[in-house]
């Protein structure tokens, strides 16, 4: 009813409900963004731990292999 007689009061509160739902989804979108960035930080840093343990199991194996392999001095 208030469209009828007050037809700028109804345009102000229509454009008011609708920007809500806006201001909402951006804070949305924002989150998102700022989610998916830590993600990408996060996931690099996992391939570079990744790395680092092949690495180091690769220098363990060596390491092993030496010393099973090494001849006894007390013979």
Do not use: H
């Not at 208030?2 to 009061?9: G, L, T, W």
């Not at 809500?20 to 990408?40: F, V």
């Not at 690769?58 to 010393?67: C, D, F, H, Q, S």
């Amino acid at each position: 009813m208030i469209q009828n007689y007050y037809p700028d009061i109804a345009d102000e509160i229509r454009r008011i409900a609708d920007n809500i739902p806006r201001r909402s989804r951006a804070a949305l979108r924002e989150k998102l963004k700022d989610a998916n960035a830590k993600n990408k930080v996060l996931q690099d840093e996992i391939q570079q731990l990744q790395l680092r343990i092949s690495k180091q199991a690769t220098i363990n194996e060596m390491l092993n292999y030496n010393l099973k392999n090494k001849p006894s001095r007390n013979k």
